[in-house]
């Protein structure tokens, strides 16, 4: 038997592992929940370290019985949580995006052109895009549609914590397990959605985000979130900005006005600006208590390096896992030093640079 909220397979023998529940109630109830499950939803506590079941080498097992697969992506952490490496496994497939969390960007973007910009990253059509917000139930409706036109099985994948359970409890009684917490799927469950079968699967592993150095309460944390910080910063040569105590951005420029940015992440994420020959000290000393994450005071030990770009207001940084910089005004050298195996990457821009913010 399986737990109704994660997909894990039931057990009564061992309380430090997934699915393990008492017996008695293993017993009694008709569709028990695990008791990691049980914590979770009435406590906000995670019970039993996570233990992710799908690796990316394994998808091509799981794939092979699905013709159609939704692939679900957080707008927020785009580079982040859509994958080059997942696309190729699914190239011979019938593949629709499920873009999650639009109600977290600012709302000067509106859906055409978050529409427009994303037909463009994943190479189809509009009609297989589904831009949503669990939240607000933005785009839930078309979605709906959707799902009631299907005829055969479908298969739901995305990386960690992109929201692919919250997005599933819309449209089944029988409710998943949702938390904050990253992983919180441990095995492959299959859902009832109106005329077909939803396989909702546990999240894709992955080692670039700034998310992924990040202990599983800490995550919690940072990814429980109502709503993005936006900050304006307009700095020299002689100043630095610390994102968290994983990302430090200095700037070189030659024109006479200084640069302009703007940084959006989670709200719990911190900010703050120093001078240039104090951000590495504050980087070491203040991690967990100034900068945030990490959550809570240690030391980070992580090889940092430095990525340099050439941006101006057609472009943003992207920092997987943490955040974007939004160019508002250029041309200018970015500097982002950041753990060694984060993803940092220029985009064309998504926010348009006289909005989005800046009042």
């Known amino acids: 038997m399986k737990c109704?909220?994660?997909?894990?397979?039931?057990?009564?023998?061992d309380p430090k592992k997934p699915g393990y529940i008492p017996e008695h109630v293993l017993l009694e109830e008709k569709e028990p929940l695990c008791q990691r499950c049980y914590k979770m939803i009435h406590y906000g506590k995670l019970s039993v370290p996570v233990e992710e079941e799908i690796f990316l080498d394994k998808l091509d097992e799981i794939l092979k019985d699905f013709k159609k697969v939704?692939?679900?992506?957080?707008?927020?952490?785009?580079e982040g949580?859509?994958?080059?490496?997942?696309?190729?496994?699914?190239?011979?497939?019938?593949?629709y995006f499920a873009v999650t969390k639009f109600d977290l960007l600012p709302k000067s973007l509106s859906?055409?052109?978050?529409?427009?910009?994303?037909?463009?990253?994943?190479?189809?059509?509009?009609?297989?895009?589904?831009?949503?917000?669990?939240?607000?139930?933005?785009g839930l409706r078309k979605f709906e549609k959707f799902l009631r036109s299907l005829r055969e099985d479908i298969l739901i994948l995305g990386v960690t914590n992109v929201g692919k359970s919250s997005l599933l409890s819309h449209f089944t009684e029988a409710k998943p397990t949702i938390s904050p917490f990253p992983g919180t799927t441990l095995g492959i469950i299959k859902r009832k959605v109106f005329d077909v079968n939803l396989f909702d699967t546990p999240g894709i592993l992955t080692n670039d985000r700034v998310t992924d150095l990040l202990s599983v309460e800490c995550?919690?944390?940072?990814?429980?979130?109502?709503?993005?910080?936006?900050?304006?910063?307009?700095?020299?040569e002689s100043r630095a900005v610390?994102?968290?105590?994983?990302?430090?951005?200095?700037?070189?420029?030659?024109?006479?006005?200084?640069?302009?940015?703007?940084?959006?992440?989670?709200?719990?994420v911190t900010f703050h600006e120093t001078k240039k020959e104090k951000a590495d000290e504050l980087m070491k000393k203040r991690a967990g208590d100034l900068l945030i994450p990490?959550?809570?005071?240690?030391?980070?030990?992580?090889n940092f390096v430095t990525h340099i770009f050439e941006v101006d207001e057609e472009k943003e940084v992207v920092i997987a896992g943490l955040g974007f910089l939004n160019i508002k005004?250029?041309?200018?050298?970015?500097?982002?030093?950041?753990?060694?195996k984060i993803k940092v990457v220029v985009r064309d821009r998504l926010l348009k640079p006289k909005r989005g913010g800046i009042k």
Do not use: H
Not at 4 to 13: A, D, I, M, P, T
């Open 4 to 13: 109704r909220g994660c997909g894990v397979e039931l057990q009564f023998k």
């Open 70 to 78: 939704i692939y679900v992506v957080d707008i927020t952490d785009f």
């Open 81 to 95: 949580t859509f994958r080059k490496e997942i696309m190729k496994k699914l190239n011979r497939k019938e593949v």
């Open 111 to 138: 859906s055409i052109e978050a529409q427009e910009w994303l037909k463009n990253k994943f190479g189809c059509s509009s009609e297989r895009i589904f831009l949503l917000s669990s939240k607000n139930k933005f």
């Open 219 to 236: 995550q919690a944390k940072i990814l429980n979130t109502k709503s993005f910080t936006r900050k304006t910063f307009k700095i020299d």
């Open 242 to 268: 610390l994102v968290s105590a994983f990302c430090k951005i200095e700037v070189e420029f030659k024109t006479e006005k200084k640069p302009i940015f703007q940084i959006f992440a989670p709200e719990k």
């Open 294 to 302: 990490p959550c809570k005071k240690q030391d980070i030990d992580e």
């Open 329 to 340: 005004r250029g041309p200018f050298t970015i500097k982002v030093t950041i753990p060694e």
